[in-house]
C-alpha cells in the first residue's frame, strides 16, 4: 500500500511565522504535489514537483515555496503566514507516467 | 466556467439505496477520470479509475464515463453507512497528465 504522510495533523500559528509542512512518501514516486483544500472551492494545487529539486508552480504558488532534497520528502514553506492561509493543506503523490495520485491524511492549518 | 462542475450536496438517502454522483466538465481533451472519497477530517482515498469512456465496476461501486455529453457518473449499489462521506471527482488530459482538475466534492449522507 502506497503510504504518504504529513508531519502534523492539525497546526495553529501566528501570523507572520514561517511555517513549515513536511510530506513524506514510502514508495519511491517521482511526482509530489501541494494542494489547499478550501469550502466551495475545492482542491487547488500549490506546487508539484516531478525531481529531486525540480519544481512547478501551480494554480495558487504565491505565498508558498517548496523544498524538495531528496526524493521521498517533499516540503511547503509558508514565508509569513497569513490569515487567509489557514487551510487543510494535502500532499500527494504519484509514480512517474502515471496519473493516480495519494494523498495523504492532511494537516489542518489555523493562522491566528 | 470552472473546468469541472460537481453539486456540492449535501445528499442524503437511505440504507441500502442506489446512490448516483455525477460531474460534468467542459474540457474536451480530459481522459483519465477518478473519483476519489474523503472521509471527515481526512485526505482523499482513491476510489475509482477510469481511463476515456466506458463502464468500470469494482464490488458496489460503478464509474461510468460518458465523453459526449462530458459527463461522468459514480453508482454505489446497497449503499452503507459506512458510504457516509464526501466524493470528489477528478480528471486529467494526456498531454498533461499530472495536472489534476477536481471537482468541489459532493457530501454524501446514508442514514441506517
Known amino acids: 500500500d502506497v503510504k504518504v504522510t504529513q508531519s502534523s495533523r492539525y497546526l495553529v500559528k501566528r501570523t507572520g511565522e514561517k511555517v513549515f509542512l513536511e510530506c513524506v512518501q514510502d514508495m519511491d514516486h517521482e511526482n509530489m504535489f501541494w494542494y489547499r483544500q478550501d469550502p466551495g472551492l475545492g482542491l487547488r494545487l500549490i506546487y508539484f514537483?516531478?525531481?529531486?529539486?525540480?519544481?512547478e508552480k501551480g494554480d495558487i504558488p504565491e505565498g508558498y515555496s517548496v523544498s524538495r532534497e531528496k526524493k521521498e520528502r517533499f516540503s511547503l514553506i509558508l514565508e509569513s503566514a497569513s490569515t487567509n492561509q489557514t487551510s487543510m493543506y494535502l500532499c500527494?503523490?504519484?509514480?512517474?507516467?502515471?496519473?493516480?495520485?495519494?494523498f495523504g491524511p492532511g494537516t489542518r492549518l489555523t493562522v491566528l | 466556467q470552472k473546468e469541472v462542475e460537481q453539486d456540492p450536496g449535501p445528499l442524503s438517502v437511505p440504507e441500502g439505496a442506489i446512490v448516483s454522483l455525477n460531474c460534468t466538465y467542459s474540457?474536451?481533451?480530459?481522459?483519465?477520470f477518478m473519483w476519489y472519497r474523503q472521509y471527515s477530517r481526512k485526505g482523499p482515498e482513491l476510489l475509482m479509475y477510469?481511463?476515456?469512456?466506458g463502464n468500470k465496476e469494482d464490488g458496489r461501486f460503478t464509474a461510468q464515463v460518458d465523453k459526449s455529453s462530458k459527463y461522468i457518473s459514480l453508482f454505489i449499489r446497497d449503499s452503507q453507512p459506512s458510504d457516509s462521506a464526501t466524493y470528489l471527482c477528478?480528471?486529467?488530459?494526456?498531454?498533461?497528465?499530472?495536472?489534476?482538475?477536481f471537482g468541489s466534492g459532493t457530501k454524501l449522507n446514508v442514514k441506517p
Open positions: 500527494a503523490s504519484s509514480p512517474g507516467g502515471t496519473d493516480t495520485q495519494y
Open positions: 477510469t481511463y476515456s469512456s
Open positions: 477528478a480528471m486529467s488530459a494526456k498531454a498533461n497528465f499530472n495536472k489534476f482538475y
Open positions: 514537483s516531478y525531481d529531486v529539486k525540480m519544481k
Open positions: 474540457n474536451s481533451a480530459f481522459q483519465y
